[in-house]
């Protein structure tokens, strides 16, 4: 039987967080099971997640992953039979690997694969696994994670779980995160706490209003960034107002709180300790997702409105199973999040109070719908067997 010696994981930094943050995760997945040299050109952006990479380093060892700087120079130097044998490469989101690299893999047999970007569109399962012909004769794959057996998987690393389970069961464990990481006391019981990691967005001020017509006490938890900026017009402070972690801000019966830009293993945390998560991009929108909390997704937008059918096909999976009150009243508040529709306050608040009049039901949704999917093979199964499957 093929044994996968070791993966070659290639990750270009477009922007934000979003490319790194899913080849991190996924490279320590795969190394759970052999070797992975993971080759990213930006460690600055990487160290924002992993405050163990080392910005003067161009080749070092992180929780067992070999992590190199590529760029140029690093090219010219690096020494590709020294490292671990390629048993595939994967390309991140059409990153473009190094003619020299495919050049050896080519001798080596590796199998070379493209990550594609998380769809649950389904032409993304059409075309999932089919191959390209490369000018080198090699033929690249097709890979798309997403969310149906057809599909590539989700990363999700083992005992991920049961590890959220447990966490969730402690309140002694909760304290303890809350402590480490700085986060407010609940004020009152039945206080709603929203962890808010969205991009830019012109609803957001809309949205704290809308917070501040409810009965029920909100707490905002928000990093320095995007979402924090989009905000400061309904705070009541300037574009350039400097804001700083643990500062506070008190709108009626909101509570916005500035919490630390946390490392990617403490992430998880936040969306378990929340009670709704607003999340943005690809890897943040999965571990909510696994969170099993009810969530929002700010999607990265796209030339043409690329991204509302994506998001469209999303939601209608996810809330196959909820009342047509709650679909509908979850389309109402996640399209006009997603500037498909701008809405005036009166309708904001109208659809927020509406959402969250169905928050037992979406509770439910939400966590059924991560339990189904946990039920099927992580993307680190389905590409390993795949792999394996082409190469014997």
């Known amino acids: 039987m093929v044994s996968i010696k070791s993966s070659w994981l290639f990750c270009q930094v477009i922007d934000n967080f979003g490319d790194i943050g899913v080849c991190w995760r996924l ?7 052999a070797p992975v040299v993971l080759w990213v050109d930006d460690l600055v952006r990487f160290q924002a997640l992993c405050p163990a990479v080392d910005l003067k ?13 590529w760029t140029p120079e690093t090219l010219q130097h690096v020494a590709l039979a020294k490292l671990p044998t390629p048993t595939v490469l994967i390309e991140a989101f059409a990153c473009e690997v190094p003619t020299m690299v495919t050049a050896y893999a080519q001798t080596q047999n590796s199998l070379w694969l493209n990550l594609d970007y998380l769809s649950a569109e389904a032409w993304a399962a059409d075309v999932h696994l089919l191959p390209s012909l490369q000018a080198n004769g090699m033929a690249k794959y097709f890979y798309f994670p997403g969310f149906t057996p057809e599909s590539g998987g989700l990363i999700r690393e083992q005992g991920l779980i049961a590890a959220r389970d447990a966490f969730c069961a402690s309140p002694s464990a909760q304290a303890a995160v809350r402590l480490r990481l700085g986060l407010p006391k609940r004020r009152e019981a039945d206080e709603l706490t929203v962890f808010l990691f969205t991009y830019t967005s012109a609803a957001l001020p809309l949205w704290l ?4 017509a409810s009965e029920r006490p909100i707490t905002v938890w928000v990093n ?9 017009p309904a705070l009541g402070l300037a574009p350039e107002a400097v804001v700083a972690v643990g500062d506070e801000y008190h709108l009626g019966q909101v509570r916005v709180c500035v919490l630390p830009f946390v490392a990617q293993d403490d992430f ?32 990265y937008q796209q030339d043409e409105a690329a991204h509302l ?7 209608s999976a996810a809330l196959a199973a909820a009342s047509p009150a709650l679909r509908e009243a979850h389309e109402a508040v996640s399209v006009a999040l997603n500037a498909a529709e ?9 659809a927020w109070s509406k959402l969250l009049s169905l928050l037992p039901h979406w509770q439910i949704m939400a966590a059924e719908y991560s339990r189904a999917q946990a039920g099927l093979p992580s993307l680190r199964q389905k590409l390993t067997a795949f792999v394996k499957n082409k190469l014997e």
């Open 209 to 212: 209003r809308a917070w501040q």
């Open 309 to 315: 059918p994506k998001l469209a096909a999303f939601w």
């Open 57 to 69: 380093q161009w080749q070092q060892i992180i929780n067992g992953v070999c992590v190199i700087h």
């Open 342 to 350: 701008e809405r005036g306050q009166e309708d904001w608040t109208h």
């Open 27 to 33: 490279a320590q997945d795969l190394q759970s099971q």
């Open 224 to 232: 320095p960034g995007q979402s924090l900026d989009s905000l400061k």
């Open 268 to 299: 998880d945390y936040l969306l378990w300790l929340a009670d709704l998560n607003i999340i943005r991009g690809e890897d943040s929108f999965v571990r909510a997702l696994w969170a099993g909390k009810p969530y929002l997704w700010h999607i």
